[in-house]
């Protein structure tokens, strides 16, 4: 990584348990997809989970009956990570160089972390670790734009934080960063549309979790999300808030065969705004 996305990838570690609090998760259907593009039941598949964070994804696994092992980089994700789920193995490391031995899993995943990692390495990596037919599986939440409300609260924070509006979607910058992938690999897409109902404070400490505003400082955050709270108000008054995603998902096949395909990686990392 970067300096500069490695200080924001970093910047998670501060807010662990906001982030565990007040993440969205996926909704069943997410994995139903997993399971459809790969071909094969998660029960007994032995998964790795990139970027485990606090665990919101690799629980989900679990519960599907997966063999998971997780890697995490940060010291507060991966202690909270060990409060939530004590009883998954959880190594330290990166996409970029995994802890793991060749052809290991049938399954890599990344939820919300992919972006965060050089493609010219764990791009290498994750077909290392792949036995042969494996799959590494992609997926992002992203904000219905479709949305009104959502598509205005994007618009204020892009002009609280000085961005451009379509820096926040996720989708534009994930096809860019699987771009290799597309042309090496058996590569399928799906994408799943969800909600969830939650009380406002819930909303804006989820905001709040979001790397650009880890990194902007605690005032200016704060000065956000007060403002925020007035307008979301006026749209839900009673205080409840439905948040609306679609969940991006991306699946890569390494083939059967014992050769490892040249990905042809050379479009660098993906350093734009992330979750």
Do not use: C
Not at 87 to 100: E, I, K, Q, S, T
């Amino acid at each position: 990584m970067t300096s500069a996305p490695s200080h924001r990838a970093h910047s998670f570690n501060a807010a662990a348990a906001q982030y565990a609090a007040n993440r969205p998760s996926y909704p069943p259907a997410l994995l139903d997809s997993v399971e459809r593009l790969t071909g094969r039941r998660l029960a007994g598949a032995r998964v790795v989970d990139v970027g485990a964070g606090t665990g919101i994804a690799t629980a989900l696994l679990v519960e599907r009956g997966a063999d998971v092992v997780a890697v995490e980089p940060g010291d507060g994700m991966a202690e909270q990570f060990r409060r939530t789920l004590a009883h998954v193995p959880v190594v330290r490391g990166d996409g970029n160089a995994l802890p793991l031995a060749d052809g290991t899993a049938d399954l890599i995943t990344y939820a919300q972390a992919w972006h965060w990692t050089d493609q010219e390495r764990s791009v290498p990596e994750a077909l290392r670790v792949l036995r042969p037919g494996g799959a590494l599986a992609l997926w992002w939440n992203i904000t219905d734009p479709d949305t009104p409300w959502l598509a205005a609260q994007s618009a204020r924070i892009a002009r609280h934080l000085g961005m451009d509006d379509g820096a926040r979607h996720t989708a534009d910058r994930t096809r860019h960063s699987v771009g290799a992938l597309t042309t090496a690999l058996d590569f399928r897409r799906d994408q799943v549309r969800w909600s969830r109902r939650v009380p406002l404070d819930t909303h804006l400490a989820n905001i709040g979790t979001h790397s650009a505003f880890l990194v902007i400082g605690a005032e200016r955050t704060a000065e956000f999300v007060a403002q925020e709270r007035a307008e979301l108000l006026k749209v839900f008054p009673d205080g409840v808030v439905e948040e609306s995603y679609v969940v991006d998902l991306l699946v890569a096949i390494r083939p059967a065969s014992d050769a490892t395909p040249d990905t042809g990686t050379g479009t660098g990392s993906d350093t734009g705004s992330a979750s």
